[in-house]
């Protein structure tokens, strides 16, 4: 990590405003001026600085920064073929071949297609957001209590460990590795922290909090956007289900506490729910009960992200993307891997019928219909107007699902599981052992696919490394205990850092 973090950018707002609407929220203001008698005086103040912290994360993962950056996982090492060569580099899941391409480092819209991966091996601005969550979860108590409750205190130190920890989060599927610190004005490097360390530390960070925070908000204009106890908790269920795919030693008890953290999400019914499959519009479009947490895109008031964003830009066409000349796509599934999702011989499944539009085509006609809200560009041309959806109550049910098969509950897995089936319309799931934990990782492919899982769960699950699974390119065991499976960290990480140290399969 570079040396000197001591002058950040925060998106202000106009407080809550920013996710009902407010029109521009790109104010500009250095932390410096942030830290003095001028600031840090009301609710007001902590209002606007916390909204910052969501447009950081925002602007870092569906901005112009990485344009592509939840797109990568959908798309690395995945079953896809694309009329792009980058694309398709991308799918065969081979970075070093990305770097060879001449426009993997240029500066501008040209980078790497216009999709800027390099941008990707950039953490900056993942620090950005942790060292002001830092900032904030101190400045919290200097707020006359006169105008600012202990109540509030605690739910916005909260939403400062949920976005630090979510941060976190990202960095460790990234990367692995990470430097990590929670104190506020931080400015000595650090080394790499090994990172089942990190999540061990995110987890304890998490748990310590997740209780202030409400179960959900009054205002329905920040629902799924601003952190809950839902989010907290599938928060937590991530983070140890990727620790325990890094610590064998402690899996078994991660998985349980997976299994304990679903169960208080699930035992709160009519706070989050799944809802009809026929309302995928509006799950889509986001600020519903099935949300947990999302990154808002608004249309109306110009707040839309970058066009590379999501699946929808590569696998539809008109009238969901572009213009009416525009009557095929830039990226398909191929036909093996939906059969494989979808076989004959397994009946019937809303998904399939819902999301998709000649889904067995294996060609340019193959439409993802999962992302469907658009918004009228210029001329005739359409963009997607979907939210980017970070964690979804399906996400979490599966998740649980998964946890409860490792640790041998089969009946509960088996229960969890089918309820995302039943919402299907689905048969339902009866297998055990082995056959039930790929049943599960496959329903996790199926539910979530254009979510930003797929490549993590090929991770997290070592899947990756295993060719049952209809990858494009199987990972060698030796590549993937090498880093293979993380991106390589951009080179001015190492400035001003002695202690700074690359993966070794980057080296």
Not at 120 to 142: E, H
Not at 219 to 238: E, F, K, Y
Not at 341 to 353: A, E, F, M, N, V
């Amino acid at each position: 990590m570079m040396k000197n973090i001591k002058y950040i950018i925060i998106g202000l707002s106009c407080s809550v405003a920013l996710f009902s609407g407010c029109k521009k929220f790109l104010n500009v203001v250095p932390i410096d001026n942030l830290t003095g008698n001028n600031y840090w005086q009301n609710k007001k103040d902590v209002e606007a600085f916390t909204s910052g912290l969501y447009q950081q994360f925002r602007a870092k993962v569906a901005g112009n920064d990485a344009k592509s950056f939840y797109l990568t996982f959908d798309v690395r090492n995945a079953p896809i073929e694309a009329i792009d060569k980058h694309l398709n580099i991308l799918a065969a899941g081979n970075i070093r071949n990305l770097q060879k391409e001449e426009d993997w480092s240029i500066s501008g819209d040209k980078q790497g297609g216009g999709y800027g991966y390099y941008n990707m091996t950039n953490w900056k601005k993942f620090y950005d957001i942790i060292q002001a969550a830092n900032i904030l979860t101190v400045q919290v108590d200097n707020i006359p209590t006169a105008t600012f409750s202990e109540n509030d205190k605690k739910r916005y130190r909260a939403e400062a460990v949920f976005m630090r920890n979510l941060s976190y989060l990202f960095m460790v599927r990234l990367y692995g590795d990470v430097p990590y610190y929670t104190e506020a004005y931080h400015t000595a490097p650090l080394a790499r922290m090994p990172m089942v360390e990190v999540l061990e530390k995110c987890i304890a960070d998490m748990k310590a909090v997740k209780e202030d925070l409400p179960w959900s908000y009054g205002d329905q204009s920040i629902v799924a956007i601003r952190a809950t106890r839902g989010s907290a908790l599938a928060l937590l269920m991530h983070l140890n289900m990727w620790a325990a795919a890094f610590d064998s030693g402690k899996a078994t008890a991660h998985y349980v506490e997976t299994q304990k953290l679903g169960a208080e999400l699930l035992a709160n019914p009519g706070v989050y729910e799944l809802l009809p499959l026929e309302k995928s519009k509006q799950i889509f479009k986001g600020r519903t009960k099935e949300g947990l947490f999302e990154v808002l895109q608004n249309s109306n008031y110009g707040e839309f992200f970058n066009v590379r964003s999501n699946l929808a830009n590569l696998m539809t066409y008109y009238p969901y993307r572009g213009t009416i000349r525009e009557t095929t796509n830039r990226a398909y599934y191929t036909t093996k891997y939906m059969e494989s999702l979808y076989p004959t011989s397994g009946g019937p499944d809303k998904r399939l019928t819902t999301w998709f539009n000649k889904p067995f085509s294996g060609d340019a006609s193959f439409q993802f219909l999962k992302f469907i809200n658009v918004y009228g560009g210029e001329g005739t041309a359409v963009r997607n107007d979907d939210n980017i959806i970070v964690f979804r109550y399906a996400d979490a049910i599966l998740l649980a699902a998964e946890a409860a098969a490792e640790t041998e509950d089969v009946g509960e897995a088996q229960r969890l599981v089918n309820m995302i089936r039943t919402r299907a319309n689905a048969s339902q799931i009866t297998t055990t052992g082995s056959d039930l934990k790929d049943d599960i990782y496959r329903e996790r492919c199926r539910e979530l696919m254009g979510e930003g899982h797929y490549y993590n769960d090929l991770v997290r699950t070592k899947r990756i490394m295993n060719a049952k699974f209809n990858l494009s390119t199987v990972m060698s065991v030796s590549d993937f205990i090498q880093g293979a499976w993380t991106w390589p960290i951009y080179k001015d990480a190492m400035n001003n850092n002695p202690y700074m140290k690359l993966n070794d399969f980057w080296k």
